[in-house]
């Protein structure tokens, strides 16, 4: 439930990514927003396809747009692969996958319909999976939608319409594809 989420805490850090404190999800995305970690799991299948989500009308932040696989938080002091694994389940009802860190970059949004801010230090997680080897049953108060895409018709549709997707997905895809193990 969205509303619960927003009083989970955050680990708010430095722009090295140095625990400095926590806060709430909503104290944390209220404007002008405290930097603070993030996870974002990028999915790829072997047909170099990644798998997105569009994000519930629900959601506080970015509602409907597409994202990701899963994104979130870690609670303070929790490993991020930890934390990724356990919203993997809620978001998606996906089991656990070998996934490892492939960057993190440090990005601010605005989201003009919510007035909600994204201040992010997001560690980028990449799993891959065997082409429908992976099972879902996403949750509806978190996920709208799903569809797998190849990576180069999204990098163009980033590009072409990047109001449809969440201000994340270009950084964490452009890690991705800039990391040793993609290419």
């Given at each position: 439930m969205t509303d619960v989420r927003e009083a989970l805490l955050v680990e708010l850090v430095t722009d090295l990514g140095?625990?400095?404190?926590?806060?709430?999800?909503?104290?944390?995305?209220?404007?002008?927003?405290?930097?603070?970690?993030?996870?974002?799991?990028?999915?790829?299948?072997?047909?170099?396809?990644?798998?997105?989500?569009?994000?519930?009308?629900?959601?506080?932040?970015?509602?409907?747009?597409?994202?990701?696989?899963?994104?979130?938080?870690?609670?303070?002091?929790?490993?991020?692969?930890?934390?990724?694994?356990?919203?993997?389940?809620?978001e998606l009802g996906a089991g656990p996958v070998a996934m490892r860190e492939v960057g993190i970059y440090e990005y601010f949004a605005e989201d003009e319909a919510s007035g909600r801010v994204e201040y992010e230090y997001d560690h980028v997680l990449l799993?891959?999976?065997?082409?429908?080897?992976?099972?879902?049953?996403p949750d509806p108060a978190e996920v709208a939608a799903t569809r797998w895409v190849a990576m180069a018709d999204l990098v163009e549709e980033l590009r072409d319409d990047p109001a449809d997707f969440a201000p994340w997905l270009r950084g964490a895809v452009n890690l991705v594809l800039n990391h040793p193990e993609y290419r």
């Open positions: 140095d625990p400095i404190g926590s806060t709430t999800v909503e104290q944390a995305h209220a404007a002008p927003g405290r930097l603070h970690r993030a996870f974002s799991v990028m999915i790829l299948d072997d047909q170099g396809r990644v798998l997105l989500q569009q994000r519930a009308a629900v959601k506080t932040r970015f509602a409907l747009r597409w994202a990701n696989a899963c994104c979130g938080h870690p609670a303070p002091g929790t490993a991020v692969i930890d934390a990724a694994t356990t919203r993997l389940r809620e799993a891959r999976v065997p082409a429908d080897g992976l099972d879902l049953a």
